[in-house]
């Protein structure tokens, strides 16, 4: 059986079961919805900034869900779509199983290249995947910021009724990376730029999120710098609008400035779509 291994240092997420599960534990006392959701977007920075929300994300996911389909990012808007072709991933609490069988229908109906990149936009949600669902199987994916994402989205809605089985999408993406370290210095530094980055920037590619606005969501991330894997979002959304949602749900927003005060820092958010 081919296994993709770890790539991601331990500093990412625990190394071991125990700490794995200590971790979620600690985030017990979170508000966390009640699982019912067909797609959710979360971000993928490493659990210490944004686990406790990705996870407030996953949770949220229907707990029916037969496979998890993890869309990852950081691509360019000609990339197309990418995926992974192990018949399984590593966590630390097991083996991962890919559906082998949804990945073959995908690739009749799309162009699909195989991914062998390292890449933390699906790596980092799939020990929580294997937490929150551990009889699934799941999909790791990764869509370029383009209109192939929305039609991702409605060909995984088909690929549910054609294999008769319960499919869920995690869309990862991170927001807006501003500071010295990601060249984005448009409003200086200081409480001002923090205050721009949540009020205005990451404010604006949300509220396309939730009002599921796939062509605003792209063009304000692409204009905008407001999210590094937009694409991600974006297939998550129309998964759900597909299956006849019709608004996403806010569960959470912060940025890693929040958590560690810095010059430089990223914007993470948690959004649920429910049918």
């Not at 200086?188 to 009002?211: H, M, P, Q, Y």
């Amino acid at each position: 059986m081919r296994i993709r291994k770890r790539i991601l240092p331990s500093g990412w997420y625990p190394e071991t079961e125990r700490e794995v599960h200590r971790q979620i534990k600690s985030w017990e006392n979170l508000p966390v919805p009640q699982g019912r959701a067909v797609s959710v977007v979360v971000p993928h920075a490493g659990w210490y900034y944004s686990g406790a929300l990705a996870w407030r994300g996953i949770k949220a996911l229907s707990p029916e869900a037969e496979t998890v389909v993890v869309v990852g990012g950081h691509l360019r808007e000609n990339s197309g779509i990418m995926a992974a072709p192990e018949e399984g991933y590593e966590t630390p609490l097991g083996i991962l199983s890919a559906d082998l069988e949804l990945r073959e229908y995908l690739k009749e109906v799309a162009r699909i290249r195989e991914d062998n990149s390292a890449d933390n936009t699906v790596e980092i949600q799939l020990p929580l995947v294997k937490a929150a669902f551990p009889q699934a199987k799941a999909l790791w994916i990764r869509v370029a910021p383009s209109i192939e994402s929305e039609k991702l989205g409605e060909q995984l809605v088909v690929a549910e009724k054609t294999l008769d089985r319960k499919i869920v999408v995690i869309g990862s993406t991170d927001l807006t990376h501003y500071g010295a370290n990601y060249g984005f210095l448009v409003k200086g530094r200081g409480k001002e730029a923090v205050t721009w980055v949540k009020e205005v920037n990451d404010k604006r590619i949300i509220s396309n999120l939730l009002s599921m606005n796939s062509k605003g969501a792209l063009t304000v991330a692409a204009l905008e710098s407001s999210a590094c894997s937009a694409g991600a979002a974006v297939c998550a959304l129309e998964m759900a609008r597909h299956m006849g949602a019709r608004e996403g749900i806010l569960l959470g927003y912060y940025t890693s400035y929040d958590v560690d005060p810095a010059d430089s820092f990223v914007g993470y958010a948690a959004i649920s779509y429910t049918v």
